[in-house]
Each structure stands twice: as structure tokens, then as C-alpha cells.
């Protein structure tokens, strides 16, 4: 079973940056990890994943501004996020699978959650 933990959440104001890590226990060979999203009254939506050899694939509203990495030595996903948005703000999820197809955006695909973390951007 992997267990993961999302740090770095914060308040920011907008133009402002933060960098999100999420720190999984268990065994992660081969599996994907991505960060998803909600706000208040929406649906969780998918930010990015990455590959285990680092692939990426990005939600089209983070494109250019976030960034998505790995330390598979240290079990840690980054999530760097620059130039945030009022719209950004949201609870961030990080997540993790095996067998996740190379372009999938879905959570069901995703079969690992950590607990959010909090991201408030003011504008």
C-alpha cells in the first residue's frame, strides 16, 4: 500500500509562487505520479503527472506556469507553480499508479491519494 503526504500549501498572492512536494512510502517503481485538484463546489480536476522516467503531461490552464518533477531516489514529487492565479486556488492532491496510461487525466486511473493540501491565492 502507498501512503502519500502533500507539504508546501500556503497563501500567496497573485503573480506569487509555491512549490508543493509529496513524499510517498511503499513501494513506487513504474508507477505514475500527478497532482489533481478541486475548489469549492467543482469537480477534481486533473494539474499534471509524471512518468516514472520523467514523462510529463500538463492540464492546459498550468501550461507554461507549473512545473512537474520527481527524485525517484528520495520517493518525492515536486510540483513548482509559478505566476499563480485566484483560479488556482484549491485543495492539490497528490497522487500515484502503476499502469497508467501515458496521457491519462482521469483520478479513477490514479489509485493512491494523499490528504491536500491547501493552496489560496489572493488576488
Known amino acids: 500500500q502507498v501512503q502519500l503526504v502533500e507539504s508546501g500549501g500556503g497563501l500567496v498572492q497573485a503573480g506569487g509562487t509555491l512549490r508543493l512536494s509529496c513524499v510517498a512510502s511503499?513501494?513506487?517503481?513504474?508507477?505514475?505520479m500527478g497532482w489533481f485538484r478541486q475548489a469549492p463546489g467543482k469537480e477534481r480536476e486533473f494539474v499534471a503527472s509524471i512518468r516514472y522516467l520523467g514523462g510529463t503531461n500538463y492540464a492546459d490552464s498550468v501550461k507554461g506556469r507549473f512545473t512537474i518533477s520527481r527524485d525517484n531516489a528520495e520517493n518525492t514529487m515536486y510540483l513548482q507553480m509559478n505566476s499563480l492565479k485566484a483560479d488556482d486556488t484549491a485543495v492539490y492532491y497528490c497522487a500515484a499508479g502503476p499502469n497508467i496510461g501515458v496521457n491519462s487525466r482521469r483520478a479513477a486511473d490514479f489509485g493512491s491519494w494523499g490528504q491536500g493540501t491547501q493552496v489560496t491565492v489572493s488576488s
Open positions: 511503499g513501494r513506487i517503481f513504474a508507477y505514475t
